[in-house]
């Protein structure tokens, strides 16, 4: 399984440059007579007026018009809203692209979760979000692994968490990190990103606010409780709703993965599992990978409550190089690269989410040769195993005749190691058929032969006997 997947990534990401360079046009926003203040500790070179970044208003825009270019599989979803709008003072929404096949039922795929700009200050998470977006969307149907992944997962993307915090940062062109809440002693803001619920037993008390500020004024304020903040309570309720298998949060900067835990140096009890995934995600993008602890001990982050509080296996992405935060448009090449190299992190964790443990399980099977005619028809046998166990009444073929209907047999064990086998029935000489196996193990996971079923296929043709 791992194997195949592996050879499958590189053509992807092909794709997906070829995808990034060839779509992203984003229009200027002018962020006028811009200054870096100390968020973050850092300056940021914002001396310069133009940028290709798009701003909410525009973000807004092009997911509009792609939920209504792809009614089949895309729907905006509204989450919650910004702090300004629950005291009626504007009315920026939290949108969330809902991407799958069937978008107005719940399937029971493997729920997976991008989410960006929780940070103001942060904008390319945004364009990898869009990005994204626009992959799964205009390829499908066309790509073979993004065409699988549509039907297979359910996905959901939040470009900009911070909505307010995104608006003020484009507008002022201040170096603004936190959203605006309007705080008790007159300053404005908290940081999203450490106002989440701290460790694993979801105890907003015990070890919430470590590595934050309790000042309201500080850029690393926590705010006055866990989940006070109505754009954290948003990525909550989704998350809780939805139960997502796996996360990831993207932010700016340093080239780094990490997973949880971060308010302790202590390992999760699935550290083996986070360990391997995030190698797997950081050959993708060479970026360092890492338990979150590594940047500084932190509570009251997403990545720490989606796995603790919400179940998911979460990753954080800090995108691009230290202290990299802002590309005025002659260097947004560099922006380019940065979404370009995760994406297909972003795509192999969708993937991943359909066994997080990714235990063994292989359909060992050598496709059909082209076939003289028979009258019994034709038999496809295939040797299935799993460390869960298979799921023995649920190995399906699937065929057809010449392009048509498809077919589904069930495969029936035809010995004690392991071997499925079912009858394709006879066609006529010239016809072409195509099938695919569908295996499940007793964790409900699914897998197919050619494992992009039915955007690839088995084919043999029928021949004549004279
Ligand atoms: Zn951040």
């Known amino acids: 399984?791992?194997?195949?997947?592996?050879?499958?990534?590189?053509?992807?990401?092909?794709?997906?440059?070829?995808?990034?360079?060839?779509?992203?046009?984003?229009?200027?926003?002018?962020?006028?007579?811009?200054?870096?203040s100390a968020a973050d500790g850092v300056s940021s070179p914002m001396n310069v007026t133009e940028y290709l970044y798009r701003d909410f208003a525009e973000v807004v825009?092009?997911?509009?018009?792609?939920?209504?270019?792809?009614?089949?599989?895309?729907?905006?979803?509204?989450i919650g809203d910004g702090w300004e709008k629950t005291q009626g003072i504007a009315d920026r929404d939290i949108l969330a692209m809902r991407i799958t096949d069937n978008p107005d039922i719940e399937e029971g795929e493997p729920d997976v979760l991008f989410m960006a700009r929780q940070h103001a200050n942060e904008p390319t998470p945004t364009e990898i979000a869009l990005q994204l977006i626009e992959n799964l969307t205009d390829l499908y149907g066309s790509d073979t692994r993004i065409s699988w992944l549509v039907d297979n997962r359910d996905i959901w993307i939040i470009p900009v968490v911070n909505p307010d915090g995104m608006d003020y940062f484009t507008d002022t062109g201040e170096n603004w990190r936190k959203n605006r809440h309007l705080n008790y002693d007159g300053s404005y803001g908290v940081d999203l990103n450490r106002n989440y619920a701290g460790s694993e037993n979801g105890d907003p008390l015990g070890e919430w606010s470590v590595g934050a500020s309790l000042v309201p004024s500080d850029v690393d304020y926590c705010g006055e409780y866990a989940f006070s903040e109505p754009e954290t309570q948003a990525v909550r309720d989704l998350a809780l709703d939805q139960r997502f298998e796996v996360a990831i949060d993207f932010h700016m900067s340093g080239d780094v993965i990490c997973w949880p835990w971060g308010y302790t140096t202590n390992a999760t009890p699935d550290d083996d599992d986070f360990t391997r995934i995030g190698s797997e995600l950081s050959k993708l993008n060479g970026y360092l990978a890492a338990q979150s602890y590594v940047t500084g001990l932190l509570a009251g982050d997403s990545v720490d409550w989606l796995y603790g509080g919400g179940g998911a296996y979460s990753f954080l992405f800090e995108v691009g190089g230290w202290l990299d935060y802002f590309h005025p448009d002659d260097q947004y090449g560099i922006v380019q690269e940065q979404i370009a190299e995760n994406i297909p992190p972003a795509l192999l964790l969708a993937e991943i989410a359909g066994d997080r443990s990714e235990l063994r399980f292989d359909i060992d099977h050598h496709p059909l040769d082209d076939s003289s005619y028979s009258e019994t028809g034709f038999e496809v046998s295939a040797r299935i195993t799993a460390e869960r166990d298979v799921d023995q009444g649920a190995q399906l073929l699937r065929y057809r005749v010449d392009g048509g209907d498809w077919t589904e047999l069930t495969m029936t064990p035809a010995n004690a190691m392991g071997v499925y086998t079912a009858i394709i029935?006879?066609?006529?000489?010239?016809?072409?058929?195509?099938?695919?196996?569908?295996?499940?193990?007793?964790?409900?996971?699914?897998?197919?032969?050619?494992?992009?079923?039915?955007?690839?296929?088995?084919s043999f043709q029928v021949l004549s006997t004279g």
Do not use: Q
């Open 425 to 458: 029935p006879s066609a006529a000489a010239g016809s072409v058929i195509d099938y695919y196996i569908v295996a499940h193990d007793n964790g409900g996971v699914e897998l197919m032969s050619p494992m992009y079923a039915p955007y690839e296929v088995h």
């Open 61 to 78: 825009e092009v997911l509009e018009e792609t939920a209504a270019a792809h009614p089949g599989i895309a729907r905006l979803v509204d």
């Open 1 to 36: 399984m791992s194997g195949a997947r592996s050879k499958m990534v590189s053509v992807a990401f092909v794709l997906t440059v070829m995808t990034v360079m060839s779509v992203l046009a984003p229009t200027t926003v002018g962020l006028g007579d811009a200054e870096a």
